[in-house]
């Protein structure tokens, strides 16, 4: 059985330190489950080139097959890698557009390593104060170790260090049977948002509450 590792890099410059950071990231995940037996394969989902798609569909309501493209690369991975940049003291609005589009049941209790870069080691705490509610919301499973990278971080044995750390913990959580078992067996404990993207989602019009006034309303009630 093979890994699929998604990597969702919000940078827009070109070389990207965002996607220097999820690729280095995304290598050591890749050696750290190989050294354990496991092969893994990495999926890239860069944003920028999206970014228009993004935001029409935002508009719209209505996913473009491109956005749709790369929302289907991360229901199919087993692991995720979100890297983002750090602007004015706070994550990527591509990366949180992006994030808007994704159903709720999409990447429940998937792994997810989370990560920035920024001009300044003051804004090491975005990644903790905003990336990680954020995948809460989405009821992934963050890892422990956040990664954040400033420019005097990359000649630093420190980063290493971190991204090793990061890999090994998505690595342990990956070969684990908790993050599928949470996903199946606590299945109906979730509420859940139809119409979405979501791979398990149980469509059936037992699942529907129609208690509710919306309902009742479409249903010709009062």
Do not use: C
């Amino acid at each position: 059985m093979t890994t699929t590792i998604a990597v969702v890099s919000a940078g827009v410059s070109d070389p990207s330190s965002t996607r220097l950071l999820a690729d280095r990231t995304a290598q050591r995940s890749v050696d750290v489950l190989r050294d354990a037996g496991v092969r893994a394969t990495i999926t890239v989902v860069e944003l920028a080139p999206i970014a228009t798609d993004i935001a029409r569909s935002l508009v719209s309501g209505v996913a473009s097959d491109e956005v749709t493209a790369a929302i289907q690369r991360l229901a199919a991975a087993d692991a995720i890698i979100v890297a983002t940049p750090v602007y004015k003291a706070g994550i990527s609005g591509l990366l949180k557009s992006f994030a808007d589009l994704i159903d709720d049941d999409l990447l429940i209790a998937k792994p997810v390593i989370l990560a920035a870069t920024g001009g300044t080691a003051r804004h090491a705490m975005v990644v903790d104060e905003q990336l990680r509610p954020l995948f809460a919301f989405l009821r992934a499973i963050p890892v422990p170790t956040s990664l954040y990278a400033a420019p005097e971080d990359w000649g630093s044995p420190d980063l290493g260090k971190r991204i090793t750390r990061a890999a090994t913990e998505l690595a342990m959580l990956v070969r684990s049977t908790v993050p599928r078992d949470i996903a199946d067996q606590n299945w109906q404990g979730y509420q859940h948002r139809f119409n979405g993207n979501a791979t398990r989602t149980e469509k059936t019009v037992t699942d529907v509450d129609f208690a509710t006034d919306l309902m009742r309303l479409a249903a010709g009630g009062s």
